[in-house]
């Protein structure tokens, strides 16, 4: 039961745009929305989340924007950096179980 | 501050043999999780403890699978009559509590292939 999908396996930006990764899910009993970022060969850190109650947070150059009706949501990047090049995960909670996304990779070019 | 650490960080074996994978959580954390990762795939949820206790063990996929944390602090994963079909990452994460919202910390993970 894939609960939560991110249908875009990449995602290919330049360097100083805005890049916007997507996210859907199915049951709408999910409590927490976050996005991790991963690496090769390191585990998955956490990057930002949204609390179901709100429909938008922002840290820095990240914001989560959450639409509880259409059960979608997404991370956007402003601006890009090449250091933002890596796979992230989208992952709904309901209570302390995540359900995580199959990632989307991010590549942001110089 | 150390972050959650696994050992080993990757192991070989041969179908039918019996596998331990170990996690150290953050220090204090009282809420630690095992995940499995298969190629292309996002990590799937395996078990969850609140302190010694599996609070949820919804996600192991058959009687194979068994972990325990039996002084709250580090947990291991075993895996017995390992098959094919076992090899993925396994990671694990920790988490200061298990409340709502609470962020997991995850280790580097555990490369497990099965031949």
């Given at each position: 039961d894939q609960q939560v999908k991110q249908n875009s396996p990449s995602l290919?930006?330049?360097?100083?745009?805005?890049?916007?990764?997507?996210?859907?899910?199915t049951n709408s009993?999910?409590?927490?929305?976050l996005w991790y970022k991963k690496y090769p060969a390191e585990g998955p850190t956490f990057?930002?989340?949204?609390?179901?109650?709100?429909?938008?947070?922002e840290d820095g150059r990240f914001t989560v924007f959450l639409n509880k009706s259409a059960k979608h949501l997404s991370l956007h990047i402003v601006p890009s950096q090449p250091g933002d090049s890596a796979?992230?995960?989208?992952?709904?909670?309901?209570?302390?179980?995540?359900?995580?996304?199959?990632?989307?990779r991010l590549t942001v070019k110089p | 501050g150390?972050?959650?650490?696994?050992?080993?960080?990757?192991?070989?074996?041969?179908?039918g043999k019996y596998v331990e994978l170990r996690c150290d959580p953050i220090s204090g954390h009282t809420a630690l999780y095992w995940y499995r990762q298969s190629l292309g795939q996002g990590p799937e949820f395996l078990i969850y403890f609140q302190g010694t206790g599996a609070a949820d063990d919804s996600g192991l996929p058959n009687d194979r699978f068994f972990a325990v944390r039996p002084e709250g602090s580090v947990s291991t994963?075993?895996?017995?009559?390992?098959?094919?079909?076992?090899?993925?990452?396994y990671l694990c994460a920790s988490?200061?509590?298990s409340g709502r919202g609470e962020t997991q910390y995850f280790g580097p993970g555990t490369r497990l292939l099965v031949l």
């Open positions: 290919s930006v330049q360097e100083g745009r805005i890049s916007i990764l997507n996210c859907d899910y009993m999910f409590d927490y929305f990057l930002i989340s949204i609390s179901s109650i709100k429909d938008k947070n796979v992230y995960f989208c992952a709904a909670s309901l209570i302390q179980t995540m359900r995580f996304g199959a990632g989307t | 150390a972050g959650v650490s696994q050992t080993p960080s990757n192991k070989v074996t041969e179908k994963l075993k895996i017995q009559r390992t098959e094919r079909g076992d090899s993925a990452v988490s200061l509590s």
